[in-house]
């Protein structure tokens, strides 16, 4: 079986589980026999793909040792695209200026972000000058449009991007053979509707969060009304939990019978001994780590944090990542007197988050809506015990962790004092949970993924 | 002339309300009076009042052939009392047609037998006199919570001067032997004195308490005439079959519609067909059947699991460190404040001994993400434990503020 999967974005060049998971999972699929392209907007080389054909929007591809090479098939087609010897292309094709989750405002501070480096007088602010321009877009002009223009909302915009995007990957894999479009996420979501469109494949789509659960009660209408037009248009659905498939099936209509659960896996290997034999910190550490958004509850995690300080002094709260609610967080953490018990250390990656899971004593994660929730499986991983929110997918698979509504402060402080106090709590819950997170691997997910093929092909 | 020997154990605990960390040094009440008298008014209803009534009406159809044993725990009896006194009085009928015998055992179905010596013997003596003031009986026989037993406890045991002791027939201890003749305690253990032991069938006991109404079990559906034809087949290898079991077997955990009571109700005839077969308690067991051997056990035992140990209590550490740090608050109690101690904070202290508060921390079956058909009323054993360490905090810091726990170490 040949699947051609859109994604958005691909280890290590990640900013949130959507990466993980589509790393994962495409290997359980390729240890099925499933041969996978995972298509990504931008590869940066460095991505694992030993077990997957990577192809950017471009049409570049890695190779198994993360070179990035114009792939075979897309050369000829592409006569226009050179590449230099060590595998940096540059491209005349427009940045693919998407990263996963973005809302129209952290879109425009990305753009607005874009817009400095293009005026920075660096190579790669040259570069990206010589880009925008290719394309008929004056780096000057890069501005974060018409918020305030409700008529032309994102005009150079993430629509724009998502459509371009659409655009492009059908003009590189129409011609492509494969029986099974799958994608990521409502950016790819027009792209896999237009590619169903041109070759007549089934369509699957997988929903690793919706906009209902990032916004909330604000949900932007436009992306909503993106995801509902791919969720009508596709052929079945994956979801990523029962609480995910509830949520499509009430807040966007889809039938249930149409929604398949694939629950998200975890590689169990370990490495925390390493970062834990020579811990600097003398504190006992809670951790929150994410995107600081509505969606991740980061403001119930600093109240509670107000309530467990007066009880246990010695501890510090950790809140790693970045997003639009980190600054008020921080404002808040100084209104609470709160300052020596906080670190903001801001977006982690890689061995940073490895050595942040492994020395933390607890893992929070107080989503208001979480589809899944993946990070609780990779503390778990780092044999540190989570506190999880009800209102997470993972919770419908852990059952050795600590669970609490998203908006109970006080059972969040107390189950956080206890965990602080109690180290014989932690080592029964770890103990057990090591376990249960074995069975939660993503050879599983895909087994259950090829299933969901099969009732398409 | 073999024996069918039915003891049966009625238990409820007092169940801890949800207790914040938050609700320490602001509020001592702990248990949770609401659900408890729910459980125990559906427990009486479902089970206590119609199996009593069936019992009494056998006893009275047999003429006194039909003979059985009961130990009813102190905390069941206070909750019987306070929720449902037509369940005592139906016991106390039982009691009155001198065919239904009371064993003693610890008033707040603890492991004092295990942590405490003398705290032991304490709830030893006050479930004694419970018996004797609401049934009229001194009793002889006794049985430990959950049939916790050892050679140390068959000790502490004799000491108290019973006649014998009921014991699980575990495989391992028993060994070749069948639990189908009375044993006793190794006499230097009892300085020389015979303190006999009853060893629970538990392939016929499970086969009523836990397979009755299994459908999948090649034996369903279990009639009485087909098991009395196993217990039968006893005959000439041995003196007794002993039935121990939860009363709540009928209609809590084997619902009336399982046909558990229609069981029950035929089965006495169906034993007693075969004439040389009656019914006997386990006073009468040990004063018919001479002990066959000396038993020594050289491991807790108990009726739990397939284990037959403690791990349901202490297998892992929350369990161990809750269990350690309730009786030493206890002990500390007792060292601060003598035979003054409160009555009541006594009572409280003991009400938190009670097993089932560790039973629900127990992890062992919570693993594969199984959700233990073990009625339990928390959500996890991490959140029971949580719930009882707020709580032994609060009464800590109340009676003992001069005590205070280290913080522990940072792990590293």
Redesign the interface.
Same mark, same amino acid.
């Given at each position: 079986m040949r699947v051609l999967m859109l994604g958005w974005e691909f280890p290590p060049h990640i900013s949130g589980g959507l990466g993980t998971a589509c790393e994962g999972l495409t290997t359980g699929l390729a240890r099925h026999g499933v041969d996978v392209t995972f298509v990504v907007p931008e590869l940066f080389g460095g991505e694992k793909s030993d077990h997957v054909h990577l192809v950017d929007s471009h049409g570049r591809i890695t190779d198994e040792r993360g070179t990035l090479h114009i792939s075979d098939e897309t050369e000829e087609a592409d006569d226009g695209l050179q590449f230099p010897a060590k595998g940096r292309v540059r491209t005349k094709r427009v940045p693919a200026m998407l990263m996963p989750y973005l809302t129209p405002e952290t879109f425009d501070d990305y753009v607005s972000k874009l817009k400095a480096l293009a005026g920075e007088l660096s190579t790669r602010g040259a570069s990206l000058r010589a880009e925008l321009d290719s394309v008929g877009i004056e780096s000057g002009a890069l501005s974060p449009t018409s918020a305030r223009n409700p008529s032309v909302h994102y005009s150079w915009d993430m629509f724009g991007e998502v459509s371009r995007y659409a655009a492009r990957i059908s003009e590189l894999f129409s011609g492509y053979s494969f029986d099974v479009i799958h994608c990521h996420d409502w950016m790819t979501f027009p792209a896999g509707v237009t590619l169903k469109k041109m070759t007549g494949r089934p369509l699957v789509l997988h929903v690793h969060s919706a906009e209902f659960d990032r916004s909330g009660a604000h949900v932007n209408d436009q992306i909503f009304g993106v995801e509902r037009w791919g969720l009508e248009n596709a052929d079945v659905i994956i979801a990523v939990s029962y609480y995910t498939r509830r949520i499509l099936n009430e807040q966007y209509g889809i039938p249930l019978e149409k929604i398949a659960v694939v629950h998200n896996g975890v590689y169990s290997d370990t490495v925390r001994e390493r970062y =834990?034999s020579d %811990?600097r910190w003398? *504190? =006992?550490i809670v951790l929150f780590l994410g995107r600081i958004t509505f969606q991740k509850g980061p403001d119930y995690f600093v109240e509670a944090a107000a309530?467990v300080v007066p009880?246990?002094p @010695?501890v510090l709260f950790v809140m790693a990542g970045t997003g639009d609610m980190r600054q008020r967080m921080i404002d808040r953490v100084h209104e609470l007197g709160l300052q020596d018990n906080f670190y903001f250390p801001g977006f982690l990656r890689g061995q940073e988050v490895e050595e942040m899971f492994s020395l933390a004593?607890v893992y929070v994660m107080p989503s208001v809506s979480e589809p899944f929730g993946i990070s609780a499986l990779e503390a778990i991983k780092f044999e540190t015990p989570v506190i999880i929110s009800r209102q997470s997918g993972v919770s419908e698979?852990l *059952?050795?962790? !600590?669970?609490v509504d998203f908006w109970d402060i #006080? =059972?969040l402080? @107390? !189950?956080m004092? /206890?965990a602080l !106090?109690?180290?014989? !709590? =932690? #080592? @029964?819950?770890i103990s057990?949970a090591r /376990?249960?997170v074995r %069975?939660l691997h993503w050879e599983a997910s895909a087994i259950k993924t090829v299933e969901v093929y099969r009732r398409v092909c | 002339m073999p024996s069918v020997c039915f003891y049966f154990q009625v238990h409820q605990p007092f169940r801890i309300k949800r207790y914040s960390f938050f609700q320490v040094n602001h509020d001592h009440i702990y248990f949770d009076d609401e659900k408890n008298g729910t459980v125990l008014k559906k427990v009486a209803e479902k089970c206590y009042l119609p199996t009593n009534a069936t019992m009494l009406e056998l006893v009275k159809r047999h003429q006194g052939a039909f003979r059985i044993a009961y130990s009813i725990t102190g905390t069941a009896i206070e909750q019987m009392k306070l929720y449902s006194p037509e369940t005592l009085r139906s016991f106390e009928k039982l009691a009155e047609t001198g065919a239904v015998e009371f064993v003693n055992e610890t008033y707040y179905h603890s492991l004092a037998a295990v942590y405490h010596a003398d705290e032991f013997r304490e709830q030893v003596a006050k479930h004694r006199e419970l018996v004797k003031e609401l049934f009229g009986q001194t009793p002889r026989v006794f049985r430990n919570t959950e049939l916790i037993y050892s050679d140390e406890v068959g000790q502490l045991v004799s000491e108290l001067g019973f006649d014998a002791v009921i014991a699980e027939g575990a495989d391992d201890v028993l060994g070749w032997r069948t639990p189908n003749f009375v044993y006793s305690v190794p006499r230097q253990l009892t300085s020389g004195r015979e303190v006999k032991l009853l060893l629970k069938n538990y392939r016929l006991s499970d086969d009523i308490a836990f397979r009755f109404s299994n459908r999948g079990w090649p034996e369903w559906p279990l009639t009485a005439e087909k098991f009395a034809g196993w217990v039968h087949e006893v005959s000439g290898g041995g003196d007794v079959v002993n039935l121990f079991m939860d009363y709540e077997t009928f209609g809590e955990h084997q619902w009336a519609d399982t046909g558990i009571f229609e069981f029950l109700k035929h089965l006495p005839e169906m034993i007693l067909r075969k004439p040389d077969w009656n019914f006997a308690t386990p006073s009468q067991v040990i004063d018919r059947y001479p002990s066959r051997a000396e038993l020594p056990f050289h491991r807790l035992t108990s009726w739990a699991d397939v284990e037959r140990d403690l791990t349901a209590w202490r297998g892992n550490r929350m369990q161990n460190s809750a269990l350690n740090l309730v009786y030493e608050i206890g002990q500390r109690l007792k060292d601060k404040f003598g035979d003054a101690v409160d009555p009541l904070v006594l009572d409280t202290w003991r009400k938190l001994l009670t097993s089932d508060h560790f039973y629900y921390m127990c992890t062992k079956w919570f693993a594969d993400g199984d959700v233990h058909a073990y009625f339990s009323p928390y959500e996890s054993p991490y959140e029971a434990f949580i719930n009882f360490m707020n709580v032994i905090r609060d009464f800590r810091e109340r009676w003992l503020p001069e005590w205070k726990l280290e913080v522990p170490e940072v792990a590293g």
């Open positions: =834990r %811990r003398p *504190s =006992r309530k009880i246990v @010695d004593d698979v *059952s050795h962790a !600590l669970k #006080e =059972r402080a @107390d !189950l004092i /206890n !106090l109690h180290p014989e !709590l =932690r #080592e @029964d819950m057990m /376990n249960e %069975r | -």
